[in-house]
T-cell receptor
Framework: DADVTQTPRNRITKTGKRIMLECSQT?????MYWYRQDPGLGLRLIYY???????NKGEISDGYSVSRQAQAKFSLSLESAIPNQTALYFC????????????FGSGTQLSVL | DQQVKQNSPSLSVQEGRISILNCDYT??????FLWYKKYPAEGPTFLIS?????DKNEDGRFTVFLNKSAKHLSLHIVPSQPGDSAVYFC???????????FGTGTSLTVIP
């Protein structure tokens, strides 16, 4: 089983719909992140959380919200999806004791029509 | 504004030769750098890292070089193998553990 699991793997939705992407991890890491990947732009940080009570905005948080339900769970919500939120979304975890390497899930491809 | 740049979107190399992937950054406060490899339909996986107190770090076939004065790092893969064909991202952060900034990626193709 994957250490960082993202659901769903693919999602098509319509403009204006609310959507939630979920991430769970079995690595026992406190730190969790949401990134999006767009062609020609690389990976950009949306939100990150260093523990259950800590939530921080990243480079591109507008239009997104997150919830850290437990150490192992970090979900990303789009309250009212718009087409330019079409992207590949990655959840990641890290551990300060492990050289700050990010461990990524397999990604969720989101299309907003 | 992109703080980490990979100016070559793609690179093709013959099997057995050296692959050199380049990365430039603009923020002189960056002090920790990583390279990730990404296969299609998978998330990026960590490859190698370097801290700003070093100018070289080696792990098997992979070596990362850091030139702080030029704000430039490079990843050398020797010898290149077909299984190395993937997209490579460099990333940088200020004070390890904070926000990582990623480059746009370089797609490497190793030709058998």
């Amino acid at each position: 089983d994957a250490d960082v699991t993202q659901t769903p793997r693919n999602r098509i939705t319509k403009t204006g719909k609310r959507i939630m992407l979920e991430c769970s991890q079995t690595k026992g890491h406190d730190r969790m992140y949401w990134y999006r990947q767009d062609p020609g732009l690389g990976l950009r940080l949306i939100y990150y959380s260093f523990d259950v009570k800590d939530i921080n905005k990243g480079e591109i948080s507008d239009g997104y919200s997150v919830s850290r339900q437990a150490q192992a769970k970090f979900s990303l919500s789009l309250e009212s999806a718009i087409p330019n939120q079409t992207a590949l979304y990655f959840c990641a975890t890290s551990d300060p004791g492990d050289g700050e390497k990010l461990f990524f899930g397999s990604g969720t491809q989101l299309s907003v029509l | 504004d992109q703080q980490v740049k990979q100016n070559s979107p793609s690179l093709s190399v013959q099997e057995g030769r050296i692959s050199i992937l380049n990365c430039d950054y603009t923020n002189s406060m960056f002090d920790y750098f990583l390279w990730y490899k990404k296969y299609p339909a998978e998330g990026p996986t960590f490859l190698i890292s370097i801290s700003s107190i070093k100018d070289k770090n080696e792990d098997g076939r992979f070596t990362v070089f850091l030139n702080k004065s030029a704000k430039h790092l490079s990843l050398h893969i020797v010898p290149s193998q077909p299984g190395d064909s993937a997209v490579y991202f460099c990333a940088a952060s200020v004070n390890t553990g904070n926000q990582f900034y990623f480059g746009t990626g370089t797609s490497l193709t190793v030709i058998p």
